[in-house]
């Protein structure tokens, strides 16, 4: 009996305490007490898991938010936040992540996915969405109704476009984009106001909108390597602008310097 109580007491503390909590019974292996089936009958979710071990063939565990790249599955109040199928060798988003309504965070990362379907702008309370190293051509537009998502990584994919939707996500602070085989901008991107880090090297880019004068909170611009000649005049109105990433670009340095004489930039050439 002494010994069932202590097992509650772990999973109770594990599931409603804070992240500290969280890392502490995890790293101390706390959670070793306690069988699969155990943890699994305190998580709402818990079926979900279930058929999702089963459909990439493997287990998955517990872990904590706080990770770069948690491995698994986070379970917060008794809900899953965030969930990681890294590396899983996924051709498609399994469906039954559709259900996991609570999901803050989804990495889908090192995987060979072809597209993400529409039912992905219903996660209504996704703040974190990393798509790299998979093979994307394009995105759909209800990616734009993730109105919680502040990262977004779509680096190294195939890209050949941003669809315009992605000017809603105004919550967004990063977009990582680089190394794909993007042609042009929608002149929506620029009401992204609440970005700050823009990475869009190793592009097939040749213009900027105007339009990315309005991104008030941008901090630092990369388009290294694209075929860019110009860069927008809209620009130097970025007070918060602090880096500009310009190598391997077309661009006439000379003239950008000029153009951002007076500004508190980082030109790197």
Partial sequence: LAKERFKEEIANRFFSGSSKIQDFLLEEGYLDFLSKVELLSLIKDSDIITELES??????????????????????????????????????????????????????????????????????????????????????????????LKRLELYNNKLTRIPDSVGDLFRLEILHAYENMIEELPDSIGNLVSIKDLALRDNLIVTIPESIGN????????????????LPISLTSLKNLESLYLKGSDIEFSNVENAFRGMKLKILK
């Fill in 55 to 148: 459909s990439i063939g493997a287990p998955m565990r517990v872990n904590t938010r706080y990770y770069p790249h948690p491995y698994g599955f986070v379970v917060e109040n008794g809900v899953i936040t965030y969930l990681s199928l890294d590396n899983r060798g996924l051709k498609r988003i399994p469906d039954i992540i559709r259900e996991l309504s609570s999901l803050e965070g989804l990495i889908l990362t090192r995987n060979s996915l072809i597209t993400i379907p529409e039912w992905i702008g219903d996660f209504n309370q996704l703040e974190y969405l990393d798509v790299s190293y998979n093979k994307l051509k394009n995105l759909p537009e209800s990616i734009g109704h993730l109105q919680s």
């Fill in 215 to 230: 991104m008030s909170s941008l901090k630092s611009l990369d388009v290294r390597g694209n075929p860019i000649k110009k």
